[in-house]
């Protein structure tokens, strides 16, 4: 046993607070410690409390009605009864002469709120075993000294093996890594304050790239194991997309700064959906395509990918090509290029900088990946790098088909851009959409082939450039949006390689309909167009379906302990309340630290992880789980309202074992548990063990907005979770399209991202389809920044609201109050009652925590209308903390009753 279990099995505490929340929370964060935790919400009781039945330390708040903590603290210290018990402030105060008042007044620590609950751990049991703490610690000081010693004596013989070239690397590795460290953290910090659209935008940006600069600095450590064969290649399902949309995030900032255009073309016959090395290939790609960027002063750098050969049923080969405008090679210079160390010339390194390191980890990963690199140059015109890497099909994938539906097959398309390459690339997506595409060189040339298009065939989209010579695409837009020749004004879709905040108030006021940040991703394009069209997109994920299992299979992983990770609360209730239909036993976490904490005090048979969450996401936390080897058995399973494809192999590359998507579907959320929770004998929760009744009478077949069917399957058919979750609906997004609304007038679209988010996965479990399409498309519209959409849309979503919380209330009004538990004959007996009383009395005076199932009981008592209104109001009470008005609810019950609250006098 340790000495935080010595200590907490037999420790006794006070909290002292005015805030039924705050007690709420410590006594529970206490009581899974195992201290047995007393409850006051008076500073006056304090004294007598702590004088009838001493506790082993007190933790009081300072801010209270009548008696603040300092004068508490003084009483407590001037009473020789109490004058010894340890007192530590826990105060949202933070200013130096609060923490002087409260260590003059007799305290002997102070915890400032908000508090991470490990501090109040560790601050607790400092004060009540600091010997053994001492004692522990010095031990584990020394361990670590010794384990320490090892390692710096390890290391120092590595080092000596090491070649000299390794050497270089572990050394540029460290001098690099040292500052980034302190660009991410500061970034990190930065990120955490106001910030403008435009700032925080680079600051992310900052933040991905030195992640992935910093990932690229530990890559370059591998070239002393490529050398030595001990290089090994991943092989993991993963989305080329994301692969070459992480590639455009890192570099296309730079390429603006220099003037260049970063252009990507990915033939139609490419497969997306791979296995294989996504990390090592983006490694390449980054490496050419930076290289592209030093290397060129004016002109575009272009990406391709093509399909060279497939082999057998699933292996292909592909082939990128990074092409630039640049300064060019000569035949000799490229002969140097795939050697170590080395680069064209000596003045390139004086000029452009590098060590000589990057083409040499490109040829070998190409190699490692089934393939091999070359390149082709003309001095003064530009280079072409290609290289060729080996993969599968994914078995279970099918490719998406970006073709629209037969009403938009075959429209009209003008695109005006001054960029040739860009213009072909564009025209070449938009005519593999079924479009009839027309390209115009600059804006002039755009306004007068639409002028002069038939009426009966007038174009139905344009997509402008922004930055063209003469004209620029904000001024045509213009045009466009004024020009009564038209017979039909055109969706204009702006693409821009610049920050749209800058130019966004400009464009609303020309009329551009929506934007698209360059370089363009083809299904982005075609997804972007089709919703600024009126088309619904459904991006669902293509995954291997889970299997259905049998509940045979259930019951064999009953009674296994499941750790929740999601931050809202709706979503908080409908996954435990499957979970625990489904026999498991259920811990809640609200974000990614307080799974962490949660982690390092209890074992978890699996856990389920929401991805966006505040304070740390679930990428983050699966990472920092990942890293601890005690962990590396425990399933994790992601479990988010994020369904495009690639998802699942980006969270399974982040260290989930498995994707499940919202709505939650509660067989493929029954087929995950069996699929990673172990079978065995297991202790079963109450919830298995008794017979929970979920029908309600005359339940409504039809509700307005609400698909019931699709609603009850989300939670396994269980009519009073269904309701209770409605009713949280109405608690929690009754105003939403209000919030939506002011958020839309301040121009807070990332905070209204969020809350639509967090609206979309609820009302894809309620059943709400209407609203959850309508979430999707307002979501989308904030990505894409289509302000002409947001009013309509806000008006929509309000509708929409509106009928559930017509749902809302005829459930709410079907029963009047939550069924309890059924109460047999034997409690139902007025000696059982009676017992429950006074034991609940003693509870009440004693500040203790109440349970449940003694409530239940009171409830399910067969009294008069009086006794249910005062049982009523006892739980109201209790509810809050508010234990002073709760005894004198108890002591009209009891008389109403005719019974004693004595127990003495009943025991006689």
């Known amino acids: ?266 033939a139609e016959n490419v497969p997306l959906f791979l296995t294989g090395d996504p990390l090592r290939l983006g490694q390449i790609l980054i490496n050419l395509t930076d290289n592209a960027i030093k290397f060129t002063e004016k002109g575009e750098i272009m990406v391709s990918t093509e399909l060279m050969a497939e082999t057998g049923s699933s292996q292909v080969i592909l082939k990128f090509t990074i092409h630039d405008t640049g300064i060019g090679l000569t035949q000799e210079q490229i002969k140097k290029l795939f050697h170590a160390f080395t680069q064209a010339d000596g003045s390139i390194t004086r000029r452009y900088g590098g060590t000589g390191l990057g083409l040499v980890i490109c040829r070998h990963l190409a190699e490692l990946m089934g393939g091999e690199i070359s390149a082709s140059s003309i001095p003064g015109r530009g280079s072409s790098f290609s290289f060729t890497a080996q993969f599968k099909r994914q078995p279970y994938h099918k490719e998406r088909a970006l073709v629209p539906k037969y009403d938009l097959r075959g429209i009209r398309v003008l695109i005006a851009d001054d960029n040739e390459t860009s213009l072909n690339i564009l025209k070449e997506y938009l005519e593999s959409f079924t479009f009839k595409v027309t390209t115009a060189l600059s804006a002039k040339q755009a306004l007068a082939i639409l002028e002069n298009a038939p009426a009966d065939k ?198 989930m074992n498995e994707h499940l998507s919202k709505p939650i579907n509660p067989e493929k959320l029954f087929a995950a548990l069996i699929k990673w929770i172990k079978p065995g004998k297991r202790e079963l929760p109450h919830i298995v063990l008794e017979n929970n009744k979920n029908h309600i009478d005359n339940f409504p077949k039809h509700l307005p907005g609400i698909d019931i069917k699709a609603g009850l399957r989300n939670v396994a058919e269980n009519q009073k979770m269904f309701r209770k979750i409605l009713i949280q609906f109405q608690e929690n997004f009754a105003d939403t399209a209000d919030q939506m609304r002011d958020i839309i007038s301040k121009g807070e679209l990332e905070k209204g991202e969020r809350l639509i988010h967090n609206l979309k996965g609820v009302s894809g479990n309620i059943g709400a389809v209407d609203l959850f399409l309508i979430t999707e498309l307002f979501e989308h519209a904030l990505k894409c920044c289509s302000a002409d959409n947001f009013k309509g849309m806000a008006e929509k979503l309000d509708k929409e609201i509106k009928q559930v919380l017509k749902s809302a209330d005829i459930l709410k009004n079907l029963v009047p109050e939550e069924n309890r538990k059924p109460v047999t004959g034997e409690k139902s007996d007025p000696a059982i009652i009676q017992s429950c009383l006074c034991q609940l009395n003693t509870l009440l005076n004693d500040n203790d925590l109440i349970e449940e199932e003694l409530m239940d009981l009171l409830y399910n008592y067969p009294g008069n209308p009086d006794y249910k209104k005062y049982i009523k109001d006892l739980e109201s009470c209790i509810e809050i903390f508010d234990y002073e008005n709760a005894v004198k609810t108890l002591a009209v019950i009891a008389d109403l009753l005719n019974i004693s609250l004595d127990m003495k006098e009943n025991n006689e």
Not at 191 to 206: A, M, N, R, S
Not at 540 to 564: H, M, N, R
Not at 581 to 601: F, K, P, R, S, Y
Request: include cysteine.
């Open 1 to 266: 046993m340790n000495t935080q279990q010595l200590s907490s099995s037999s420790s006794n505490i006070i909290i002292v607070d005015d805030n039924p929340d705050n007690l709420r929370l410590l006594a529970g964060l206490l009581g899974q410690k195992g201290y047995n935790v007393r409850l006051i919400r008076d500073g006056k009781m304090v004294l007598a409390s702590a004088k009838s039945a001493k506790p082993d330390l007190i933790l009081l708040d300072i801010l209270m009605p009548e008696i603040n903590g300092y004068e508490v603290c003084r009483q407590l210290k001037q009473d020789k009864d109490t004058s010894d018990i340890p007192v530590i402030f826990i105060s949202a105060l933070n200013e130096v002469v609060d923490k002087v008042k409260a260590f003059s007044s007799g305290g002997v620590d102070y915890i400032t709120k908000p508090f991470h609950q490990e501090e109040v751990f560790a601050r607790i049991e400092a004060h009540l075993s600091l010997r053994k703490l001492q004692k522990d610690i010095a031990e584990k000081n020394t361990c670590l000294l010794e384990t320490q010693e090892k390692l710096i004596k390890a290391k120092a013989e590595a080092e000596q093996a090491a070649r000299v070239k390794s050497q270089f690397l572990a050394n540029m590795s460290h001098e690099i890594r040292t500052p980034l460290n302190s660009i991410i953290g500061l970034s990190h910090l930065a990120l955490q304050t106001g910030l403008t659209p435009k700032q925080q935008d680079y600051l992310v940006k900052i933040q991905t790239s030195s992640y992935s600069l910093l990932g690229i600095i530990n890559d370059l450590l591998d070239f002393s194991k490529i050398e030595a064969g001990k290089m090994d290649i991943e092989s993991v399902d993963f989305n080329l997309e994301d692969v070459l949309e992480n590639l455009s995030t890192l570099l296309s900032i730079k390429a603006q700064s220099r003037g260049l255009e970063l252009i990507f073309k990915t």
């Open 458 to 655: 007038p174009f139905e989209l344009v997509l402008m450039d922004w930055k063209m010579p003469g004209m620029d695409g904000m001024e045509a837009t213009k045009h466009i949006k004024e020009n009564k020749k038209l017979a039909h004004i055109p969706f204009v879709l702006m693409i821009t390689a610049y920050g749209r905040e800058e130019i966004v108030s400009q464009a609303k006021n020309a009329g551009v309909d929506a934007f698209l940040i360059k370089p363009v991703n083809q299904s982005v394009l075609f997804d972007t167009i089709m919703e600024g069209l009126g088309q619904n997109i459904s991006c669902k994920e293509l995954i291997q379906p889970l299997e259905t299992k049998s509940i045979q299979d259930l019951e064999k992983i009953q009674g296994a302990s499941v750790l929740l990770v999601e931050d809202n609360i709706i979503n908080q209730q409908v996954a435990k309340e499957l979970l625990e239909h489904a026999g498991m036993a259920v811990t809640i976490a609200c974000n990614g630290i307080q799974a962490l904490q949660i982690l390092d005090n209890m074992s978890f048979d699996l856990v389920l992880m929401d991805i966006q969450m505040p304070e740390m996401d679930g990428i983050q936390a699966v990472k920092i789980i990942r890293q601890q080897p005690r962990f590396d058995l425990l399933p994790v399973v992601a479990m988010t309202a994020h369904a495009l494809t690639g998802d699942r192999e980006k969270f399974i590359k982040k260290g």
